[in-house]
């Protein structure tokens, strides 16, 4: 069953007096626990396309529907409470808040959803426990690597149990070592929990680990394949 | 929530230390600025009330209207009468007699000859009754330089300068020349008991002060006086309350046919106190709402740089899930516990400073000695209640009204806009 239906997808930027369209007529169509990737140059509108099925911007023309939710349709609220009930997010640049430790970042979106004490605790623990980090809780951002912090993030889109994570380039500032160790943990969480992630990216060795593919370019679908080159 | 907000607070001293720190500040100069001004100018009115306007002042209609020539042929009349009228009907005043004289001072040498002369300007005040205050409201004790206050009749003191030019010491004879109030002439040898300094050249230009008993004796006053000054007992200055005694005594025993009727003055009225103390409340008031101007700018883009230095903090949040005004809800949270915080300790220590220099003051004594205006040797500021509220209130609005405007702009833009302005 699909959770994610892209329709005749258009998305126009003004710019000046004109347009500029990011993407064009895209059909795609994403199951329940794919592990997917949009790739493709900059500018190819991988990361609007990501933010459109985020419910952070909606379609110029087309639909976009999200766990049965056309994006374009939603008040803020409930963007806001589709992204934090179906949809966790990983960044590239990882962007925890730097006040607060580990546990207290992984927590975040849990306070959002009015759980109860003993409740929250037990899910951040759960996530940290599948990032391998329940021993650094207490550490704050500046105190931990690149890929421990990317785990930090992975463990804060987990948290709640999301039905689709959106990673946008993840590995772009890790070393080798780090990216293989932060797509293993992803690779496994989509195994053990069949959560669909779609990834940004244009880092060969995310590609390695996708099971589809989507190429993008000037904002068309140039491709939409299974990956042969998986590891 | 409130907790996860609180422990950022707490932790970010960016968010919280350098904020608290400039609104504490802020506020502090705002209370401390207005302390000082009411301060300053109720130095200037009280001085004025204790030398010569009182809070109010009764004095005959006549003598108001030529008070400059000291005209003592018009002085009041049967004052202990009227002064036991005036202590029953208006109890909520102390009520004293002064007589203002001039003359000349006549210093003789070894055989009773002229050895100097010079103009005087002469104050009589009760100084030898045991509960009189007039000593103390006049700051005579401290401001004796030599000798002592006169503690019989024929006692007096005089100006230090005086004494200084004339080669007039602590014991010396010294006769006063002038008129009587029935216009004969008045000569009366007094014993120099001590020399004085107000540091104010207005005030210590050939100044004689002697006993009120002394001068109604030379100067064929028994009970008679220049004017009765009336101080309240609380010791401030009450504009409205001195209104309505003014209209009621008047309306009660001031005849406009009787030139020798007594007329009651309030502060206000005398000597273009009125102008002043108009100047001084607008002065006031103008500088003070330029101030909280300047400050709630200052507080206002502290507030704005605090929310735009958070923008991708922001970010976060939103894709986290959270909406909009929620984020705007915590933004303005956190700026009234900031506010609040700042606004309090500011308060706090513009009060204790201004506590300190209301106790201690600043002599300005050296620098007003030859100012021939009558102005106080020691500037003080004054707790008001206004100033438990003059920068708390400006301190909290512009800190909140600062992270407002850095939040509305979260809350007015699309959400695909603001994530990619958000730099996540």
Redesign the interface.
């Known amino acids: 069953m699909d959770i994610i239906k892209i329709e005749n997808l258009v998305k126009n930027f003004p710019v000046g007096k004109g347009f500029f369209t990011a993407l064009n007529d895209v059909n795609l169509n994403f199951g329940k626990g794919e592990f997917a990737g949009f790739v493709g140059p900059s500018g190819s509108g991988k990361t609007t396309l990501l933010?459109i099925i985020?419910s952070?911007?909606?379609p110029s023309e087309g639909r976009a529907i999200v766990m049965d939710k056309s994006v374009s349709e939603l008040t803020?609220?409930q963007?806001?409470?589709?992204?934090?009930?179906h949809?966790g997010?990983i960044?590239q640049?990882y962007?925890l808040?730097?006040?607060?430790n580990v546990y207290?970042n992984v927590e975040?979106?849990l306070?959002?959803q009015k759980m109860s004490g003993s409740e929250r605790k037990k899910a951040v623990m759960q996530a940290l426990e599948w990032v391998g980090l329940t021993d650094k809780i207490k550490s704050k951002p500046n105190m931990l690597s690149g890929g421990e912090c990317q785990r930090v993030a992975i463990a804060?889109s987990m948290v709640k149990k999301p039905q689709i994570v959106l990673a946008d380039e993840p590995t772009a500032n890790l070393d080798s070592k780090n990216s293989h160790h932060i797509l293993q943990t992803m690779k496994k969480l989509n195994e053990e929990l069949n959560v669909t992630f779609l990834f940004a990216t244009h880092d060969e060795k995310v590609m390695k680990y996708l099971n589809r593919i989507v190429t993008l370019e000037d904002g068309k679908v140039l491709s939409d394949k299974q990956n042969n080159l998986k590891l | 929530m409130i907790k996860f907000l609180i422990k950022g607070i707490l932790r970010d001293k960016t968010r919280s230390l350098l904020p608290i720190i400039v609104v504490s500040l802020g506020v502090f100069l705002t209370v401390f600025m207005t302390a000082w001004i009411t301060g300053v100018f109720g130095d200037m009115i009280d001085l004025s009330a204790r030398y010569t306007t009182g809070h109010v002042k009764i004095m005959t209609r006549s003598y108001a209207e030529n008070k400059n020539q000291l005209p003592n042929d018009l002085a009041l009349l049967e004052v202990e009468e009227l002064l036991k009228t005036l202590n029953n009907e208006y109890a909520e005043l102390e009520w004293v007699k002064r007589i203002n004289f001039g003359g000349l001072l006549d210093v003789p040498d070894e055989n009773g000859e002229t050895r100097a002369q010079g103009p005087a300007a002469g104050k009589a005040i009760d100084m030898l009754s045991p509960d009189s205050k007039e000593l103390e409201r006049m700051n005579i004790l401290k401001s004796i330089v030599k000798g002592r206050v006169p503690n019989k009749q024929g006692e007096a003191i005089i100006s230090d300068n005086f004494a200084e030019k004339f080669n007039v010491n602590v014991g010396d004879e010294l006769t006063v020349f002038g008129s009587t109030m029935y216009g004969s002439m008045m000569f009366k040898t007094f014993i120099v008991s001590g020399t004085i300094s107000f540091g104010n050249a207005f005030l210590d230009r050939g100044a004689i002060i002697i006993d009120i008993s002394d001068a109604q004796m030379a100067l064929d006053m028994q009970d008679a006086a220049s004017e009765l000054l009336g101080y309240f007992k609380t010791g401030a200055y009450d504009d409205a309350k001195a209104d309505t005694l003014k209209s009621t005594f008047n309306k009660k025993y001031s005849l406009i046919e009787d030139e020798f009727s007594p007329q009651m003055f309030k502060l206000r009225d005398q000597d273009g106190l009125a102008q002043y103390l108009d100047m001084a409340d607008s002065m006031a008031g103008v500088m003070v709402f330029f101030w909280i101007i300047a400050m709630s700018i200052v507080l206002w883009n502290t507030g704005l740089l605090g929310g735009l230095r958070r923008y991708s903090e922001y970010g976060v949040r939103l894709a986290l899930g959270e909406e909009k005004g929620h984020i705007f809800k915590t933004i303005i949270y956190e700026a009234l516990i900031i506010g609040f915080l700042g606004s309090v300790l500011g308060t706090l220590i513009g009060l204790g400073a201004s506590y300190y220099l209301q106790e201690v003051g600043l002599d300005f004594s050296s620098i007003t000695k030859n100012v021939t205006m009558m102005l106080p040797q020691v500037y003080r500021a004054a707790i008001t209640p206004q100033l438990f509220y003059i920068g708390f209130l400006p301190g909290l609005v512009a800190m909140t009204l600062g992270n407002a405007l850095a939040g509305y702009a979260i809350y007015k833009r699309k959400t695909a806009t603001l994530f990619k302005e958000l730099e996540v």
Do not use: C, M, Q, W
């Open positions: 933010n985020g952070l911007d909606t803020h609220k963007s806001a409470k589709l992204r934090n009930e949809i997010f960044f640049t962007n808040l730097p006040v607060y207290e975040f979106s306070l959002l804060r």
